[in-house]
């Protein structure tokens, strides 16, 4: 059965730095195109960023420039490197295959509080 467990999110003030990482079980992160999705209070799940078989990454306007994502395939991790952190960056953080939709597996999600 496959499982995400997301951690490292917590309270940041604007402009600070957090990261982010999920552990798969059951799914091996280097076979698919994976990616990070968060939703905000009161909002749908929208992408925050992914990464493509061969490593090429994707982001949204609002988290290009400011977010990295990568992946270590030998210790099977996705990472989420987010810099300049804004409050509306603030929500629930989650892994998932590219495609993933509100019927697939979801991990608990990370929690991002960005506010001063």
């Known amino acids: 059965q496959v499982q995400f467990v997301e951690s490292g999110g917590g309270l940041v003030e604007p402009g600070g730095s957090l990261r982010l990482s999920c552990e798969p079980s059951g799914f091996t992160l280097d076979y698919y195109a994976v990616a990070w999705f968060r939703q905000a209070p009161g909002k749908e799940r929208e992408l925050a960023a992914a990464i493509r078989l061969g490593g090429v990454a994707n982001y949204p306007t609002a988290t290009k420039g400011r977010f990295t994502i990568s992946r270590d395939n030998e210790k099977n991790t996705l990472s989420l490197q987010m810099d300049n952190l804004k409050p509306e960056d603030t929500g629930v953080y989650y892994c998932?295959?590219?495609?993933?939709?509100?019927?697939?597996?979801w991990g608990q999600g990370t929690r991002v509080t960005v506010s001063s």
């Open positions: 998932n295959v590219l495609w993933a939709d509100s019927d697939s597996t």
